[in-house]
């Protein structure tokens, strides 16, 4: 087995085993949402609870869409035998990210932690799309590369919400810091953590040596 095969393979775990948590803890074990809105205090705006729940619902079942979505992109063999679903399930994926963003647009006003996080979750709406588009538009010119990487890139932000929790946990219970600043530290490492990460992937299972020249890489 290849080290990009077992690189797969570990993908696959880590999203099966990151969405079956998820959809366990929001759906089944506290579907209310009880102890994260326990946080949220002194908030600039009344938060619509049961429109909060309807969103969130919605921003967790396409954010798994987006996570799975971006997997089977990731296959070597599909892309290879069945380009035509290689796209489609590419172009699912960028539709899976846009409704990611616009969900959590909605939410962001409402963010822990007051207007600082508010801020970090419109950059990241921000950017994360952005990365994704410019992944399509680099297929679009040919650069096989250039668009796998910028994936690997986006796909990455696909686990934000699992380095937050992570790290905040680590900061909350490990160090015994107040939640809130936890949570802080959490959002404003995530994105340099999850880029370095790519940046990982990148130079270890796709080093570039004059570029891509592979005829069966598509969006």
Request: hydrophobic fraction near 50%.
């Amino acid at each position: 087995m290849t080290s990009r095969q077992q690189g797969y393979l570990g993908l696959i775990l880590l999203m099966s085993l990151f969405i079956f948590y998820v959809l366990y803890m929001y759906f089944i074990y506290d579907p209310q949402a009880a102890a994260f809105l326990g946080h949220k205090e002194d908030l600039k705006r009344p938060l619509q609870e049961s429109l909060w729940l309807n969103i969130m619902a919605g921003h967790i079942i396409v954010a798994c869409v987006a996570m799975i979505a971006g997997a089977i992109g990731f296959s070597e063999r599909l892309r290879r035998r069945r380009p035509d679903i290689h796209r489609i399930v590419g172009y699912l994926y960028v539709g899976a990210v846009m409704l990611v963003v616009l969900s959590s647009g909605y939410m962001a006003p409402y963010a822990t932690g007051g207007k600082m996080n508010s801020v970090a979750f419109n950059m990241m709406n921000l950017f994360w799309p952005a990365m994704t588009v410019w992944a399509v538009l680099q297929i679009r010119k040919k650069r096989l590369a250039s668009h796998r990487r910028w994936n690997i890139r986006s796909y990455a932000f696909c686990y934000t919400n699992l380095s937050i929790h992570l790290i905040t946990t680590a900061a909350y219970k490990g160090l015994s810091l107040p939640y809130v600043l936890s949570y802080t530290i959490g959002i404003y490492a995530t994105v340099p953590l999850l880029l370095l990460v790519a940046e990982v992937i990148i130079r270890t299972l796709y080093p570039v040596a004059g570029g891509s020249t592979d005829p069966h890489a598509h969006a």
